[in-house]
């Protein structure tokens, strides 16, 4: 008798019913939203909390998924990863860690509570990519 014809048969448990997505457009790049964090992810200062998150997608869709960077208001002082910059969204010091690129469920994005999604201005921006590259290994030269 082969050892799964011995298994128990498991009920299926009905998936949870996932939540409506909060936005009504596709996300832009550089555009600020709010994030809820997964809870279930490993303890991080980014797990269970709800923050702030550049848009890194270049091309995102209104629906599946959206690369984001973190943005946090704790001092960053020995971290060279973190860009400091004022968040467009509330006008308050924050940090963008560029070491922790995130791809998460559009539906965990909000817009603020502002008539239009602000974005990071270009150069600030421009400048956050290059440190965000500066984690990437580089191509290995041909010898």
Same mark, same amino acid.
């Given at each position: 008798?082969?050892?799964?014809?011995?298994l128990?048969? @498991?009920? +299926?448990?009905?998936?949870?019913?996932?939540?409506?997505?909060?936005?009504?457009? #596709? *996300?832009? $790049?550089?555009?600020?939203?709010? %994030?809820?964090? *997964? /809870? =279930?992810?490993?303890?991080?200062?980014?797990?269970?909390?709800?923050? *702030? @998150?550049?848009?890194?997608?270049?091309? #995102?869709?209104?629906?599946?998924? !959206?690369?984001v $960077?973190?943005?946090?208001?704790k001092?960053?002082?020995?971290? *060279?990863? #973190?860009?400091?910059?004022?968040?467009? /969204?509330?006008?308050?010091?924050?940090? &963008?860690? %560029?070491?922790?690129?995130?791809?998460? #469920?559009?539906?965990?994005?909000?817009?603020?509570?502002v008539? /239009? !999604?602000?974005r !990071?201005?270009?150069?600030?921006? =421009?400048?956050? !990519?290059? $440190? +965000?590259?500066?984690? $990437?290994?580089?191509?290995?030269?041909? &010898?």
């Amino acid at each position: 008798m082969p050892f799964f014809a011995k298994l128990r048969r @498991v009920p +299926m448990l009905k998936q949870p019913r996932h939540p409506q997505s909060r936005i009504k457009s #596709a *996300p832009q $790049l550089r555009q600020i939203y709010w %994030c809820d964090f *997964p /809870a =279930d992810g490993h303890h991080s200062e980014f797990t269970e909390k709800i923050r *702030p @998150v550049v848009i890194m997608s270049k091309n #995102a869709k209104l629906h599946g998924n !959206v690369t984001v $960077l973190p943005l946090t208001t704790k001092p960053q002082p020995d971290n *060279p990863m #973190a860009f400091p910059i004022i968040n467009p /969204a509330n006008n308050q010091r924050s940090w &963008v860690i %560029c070491d922790y690129p995130i791809t998460l #469920a559009l539906r965990r994005l909000w817009p603020p509570g502002v008539s /239009a !999604v602000p974005r !990071v201005e270009k150069e600030i921006f =421009d400048r956050i !990519v290059a $440190l +965000m590259w500066k984690l $990437l290994p580089q191509p290995l030269k041909s &010898v």
